[in-house]
């Protein structure tokens, strides 16, 4: 026999007889706290608390901190990893940030027994995987319908899994965080309208950002290069749906005419993703970096672009707008360059503190060269952009509204 073929047998079997002594230990735990005390807010999440999905990190640990009686059941799961991380070096990465949260998060299991007055969670997908769950433990839910995580627009899956979400008795209400998604769920009828409160944009690490120290560089005046970033996640070879291809051609393009512009990769692309010879000198990569890296690195930066596009990486598939790094980008005072096609944008104005474009590279490369001749405008941009994202992603307007619908559903 292979092998290969006998140590996987014997792999899966360990997972197995693990899996079997999980369930056993909880069940025994069940009988043991069948009068457990009663946990106010229950967050049931895949990811959290791994220190790459920030977002995650932000929002839930507000809720541990703001809230005093609140338990986050994860599966630990990570990504754009090497390899997956074990529960163990995810908890232990957290802890040594956030040492007092440790005794609130325990690792999700079905079988477990929970009491509670209220769930919360992120993500169509993780209503998929944790509704039996909720409805077997009888707890009331709300959750934040974010772009991504298995919706999809237009598709029957997606919206049959709306529709499960949705008429469960113990729905009591969703988040939408674009005006594409509200009216999504609105003029579809997945629920009432008086079920739908809409919280633009996202949880962010803005004050955490912003009061960082770190000090903005001005080309000609503290560096001789100008500096243009793309910062995202792949999900796709290529990274297409987040617009790396549109990048790199842009990057050749502009290192044909501009020799002091220099071009910077954060996430998990290298230079065998696209062939990048001829710029090889110019374009440096850094992998996948957590949120203690950005402040410094956006420092240097003066435009981050993302050419991002819906419905590549599945039908029905899209990103917020902005996306979560062209937002953390301008909460530091990058001048943000980006795509809307869906027409989401709501608060910034093209020219004024954002630069809307399209995907087309020689257009970028037109809108990008008037700046780096005109730099005065776009240090006015990238300046006047700051102020406005530091104010739409503050806790002012994203955490307190999202805890008060919490609290609203915990009686408070």
């Known amino acids: 026999m292979n092998i290969s073929r006998v140590l996987k047998r014997l792999v899966n079997a360990r997972k197995v007889v693990k899996e079997i002594v999980d369930d056993s230990i909880v069940i025994f735990e069940n009988i043991l706290l069948s009068n457990r005390h009663f946990t106010d807010l229950v967050i049931l999440d895949d990811t959290f608390p791994f220190l ?3 977002f995650r990190v932000f929002e839930f640990n507000y809720y541990l901190e703001t809230f005093d009686n609140v338990e986050v059941h994860s599966r630990f799961r990570t990504f754009s990893s090497d390899k997956p991380l074990k529960p163990s070096r995810v908890l232990d990465d957290y802890y040594r940030l956030y040492p007092k949260n440790a005794h609130k998060i325990v690792k999700f299991n079905r079988r477990r027994r929970v009491k509670g007055q209220l769930v919360y969670f992120v993500f169509l997908e993780n209503a998929i995987q944790f509704i ?3 409805e077997q433990n009888k707890i ?13 627009i237009g598709q029957v899956r997606s919206d049959e899994n709306l529709r499960r979400i949705c008429s469960s008795s113990y729905f009591r209400g969703v988040i939408a965080t674009q005006k594409i998604t509200r009216d999504y769920l609105i003029n579809n009828s997945f629920c009432d309208k008086e079920m739908v409160e809409f919280i633009y944009g996202g949880v962010f690490p803005s004050e955490y950002l912003a009061s960082s120290g770190s000090v903005k560089k001005y080309y000609k005046q503290d560096k001789c290069t100008f500096d243009v970033c793309f910062v995202a996640h792949k999900y ?5 749906d987040k617009g790396y291809d549109v990048f790199i051609e842009v990057a050749k393009k502009l290192s044909k005419s501009h020799k002091d512009i220099h071009f910077h990769v954060v996430g998990s692309f290298d230079k065998h993703d696209i062939d990048v010879r001829g710029i090889d ?6 992998g996948p970096r957590a949120t203690s890296f950005f402040s410094e690195f956006y420092s240097d930066m003066d ?10 990486l599945n039908a029905g598939g899209f990103d917020g707008f902005p996306t979560g790094s062209c937002i953390e980008a301008g909460i530091c005072g990058v001048a943000v360059f980006c795509t809307d096609q869906l027409q989401q944008n709501i608060h910034f104005r093209d020219n004024s503190n954002i630069v809307i474009t399209t995907r087309d590279p020689s257009d970028i490369c037109e809108r990008i060269t008037h700046y780096y001749e005109n730099c005065d405008s776009l240090y006015d941009l990238s300046e006047e952009g700051k102020n406005l994202f530091r104010s739409i992603f503050s806790e002012q307007y994203q955490l307190i509204p999202r805890r008060n619908v919490i609290s609203r559903y915990l009686g408070r």
């Open 52 to 54: 790459l999905s920030a």
């Open 132 to 134: 039996d769950f909720i």
């Open 140 to 152: 009331p839910f709300v959750f934040t319908l974010y772009p991504g995580g298995g919706f999809q």
């Open 236 to 240: 796709m070879p290529r990274g297409i």
């Open 281 to 286: 000198e110019r374009i440096r990569f850094y």
């Open 303 to 312: 435009i981050i672009l993302s050419p991002n596009a819906p419905f590549i």
